[in-house]
């Protein structure tokens, strides 16, 4: 299944050019190194969850989770800016972007320090039991912020590389950067078995990863200075990015942050386990929906704007094959795969992640978000943003009130079906749609269901 998305990727080609060979290449380089980042974190979940108590994974997942909604909640599309700008490789623009990016690493800090002292003051009212009611949460949010500040020095290099496709040595810093904050992560979980251990990871992969994106890329070295015109250039397309971003935060928080007041931190840090298996497919997807369609469709669109339906379903296909047959196969083989991997205190995430599954056949439509961008309508993004961040709200705390948590996950997985008639609409209005090209994926998903049964009699 994988060497035939790859095949896909490696026939969208233009005739001025070899975007062809660089998607192949950049799209080889995303899967490869995501695999290979999936088994890394795999490998050390695998061993932290015998050092630490599940209680720490559930507080872990909410700082995280504080950490990646301020990234989101002040995120002006340095990336985008970058890869879509006629003056991408300039050294005024490319500076200009470091300098608005150190900023932002600083007010992400700021704002985390802020998280975490609310999250002290109200402690005496946070639902008892509940992850928020935990008293290592606010300093766990305090010491996590620094690696915002860390982060906002990282090289605009790593926006260079994107732009060209050119994905294999930010692949090797990253996981490099990881490796590290595994060994960080270990050597203190074997002095002091706290959720220091899982902090102190986190701090060390930031640190490694942004000297090394100094370091260890080709491109503009960068310093700090100020041009106006570029940094009005980045926030006039920065402002629908930050309002996609922001929607994005609490769509794709929103199940952990609902749930973190209805079950307690032991629940919650076995839901993480199961959201964690999940992502790994869904994840990887969505990194080739982003780093690869993102800039080759962006091209197309400029140069080739006739090819651009062809090229859609070249990624869409790419993207729904692996993503439907992977549904297929945890739907039918979630709970003796868990059962295979953790010990009995995470025997429920099989039944999570069986649930979960199902909103992976939703992936391949979001190669038509990408779109919204590259056609001109990024205010789309916005109101996808808006529909399923709705249906969160409005299902999970529904499904939990009349089935418990079974029905707030099943509510979880409607809310990544809500999207898709927004999204149909917008690819039938610009012709993009093929009937056929859709059909195309059941098969994956038999397929995949079929494997999961023979996985599932192996694993028994």
Not at 189 to 207: C, F, N, Y
Not at 399 to 428: C, D, E, K, M, R
Request: with cysteine; glycine share 8%; aromatic share 10%.
């Amino acid at each position: 299944m994988t060497s035939r998305a790859l095949s896909l990727l490696a026939r969208i080609s233009l005739p001025t050019g070899n975007l062809g060979v660089r998607v192949l290449r950049a799209g080889t380089w995303t899967f490869a190194g995501f695999a290979l980042s999936q088994a890394i974190r795999f490998g050390g979940n695998l061993v932290m969850t015998r050092l630490l108590l599940p209680e720490m994974f559930g507080v872990m997942a909410i700082a995280t989770m504080v950490m990646y909604g301020l990234a989101l909640f002040s995120d002006v599309g340095l990336r985008q800016s970058v890869v879509q700008s006629r003056r991408g490789r300039e050294a005024a623009f490319l500076d200009t972007a470091w300098t608005i990016q150190i900023a932002r690493g600083f007010v992400i800090c700021g704002g985390a320090l802020g998280v975490g002292v609310s999250f002290l003051l109200l402690h005496a009212i946070a639902p008892p039991g509940s992850v928020y009611a935990d008293q290592s949460l606010p300093p766990v949010i305090a010491i996590l912020s620094l690696s915002a500040v860390i982060g906002g020095f990282e090289s605009t290099r790593i926006h260079e590389a994107s732009r060209t496709l050119s994905l294999g040595r930010p692949t090797q810093i990253e996981l490099t950067s990881q490796l590290f904050g595994l060994g960080c992560m270990i050597s203190w979980a074997l002095i002091d078995r706290s959720i220091w251990a899982l902090v102190a990871g986190a701090l060390g992969a930031a640190a490694l990863r942004a000297l090394l994106s100094h370091a260890w890329l080709p491109g503009q070295a960068n310093r700090w200075r100020w041009e106006r015109g570029a940094a009005r250039e980045i926030l006039d397309v920065g402002k629908w990015i930050f309002a996609a971003s922001a929607l994005g935060f609490l769509v794709n928080s929103a199940d952990r942050l609902i749930l973190g007041a209805l079950v307690g931190s032991a629940v919650l840090g076995v839901y993480a386990i199961a959201f964690l298996l999940f992502s790994a497919v869904e994840q990887v997807l969505a990194k080739i929906v982003s780093d690869v369609s993102f800039p080759a469709l962006s091209e197309v669109a400029r140069e080739r704007p006739a090819a651009l339906r062809s090229v859609y379903y070249r990624f869409h296909l790419a993207v729904g094959l692996p993503a439907c047959f992977a549904a297929g196969l945890l739907v039918a083989a979630a709970e003796p795969l868990v059962t295979t991997l953790y010990d009995a205190r995470y025997a429920d995430a099989g039944w999570m992640l069986r649930i979960l599954a199902v909103a992976l056949v939703t992936l391949p439509f979001r190669v038509a978000h990408q779109c919204f961008i590259v056609l001109g309508e990024p205010a789309r993004m916005s109101a996808i943003g808006a529909v399923r961040l709705v249906s969160l709200c409005v299902a999970v705390p529904l499904g939990w009130h009349f089935f418990g948590l079974a029905g707030a996950l099943w509510a979880i997985v409607l809310s990544y079906f809500s999207t898709l008639p927004t999204t149909l609409a917008f690819v039938v209005r610009h012709r993009l749609f093929d009937a056929a090209k859709e059909i195309a994926l059941v098969p994956a998903l038999l397929g995949g269901l079929a494997a999961g049964q023979a996985a599932s009699y192996v694993l028994r």
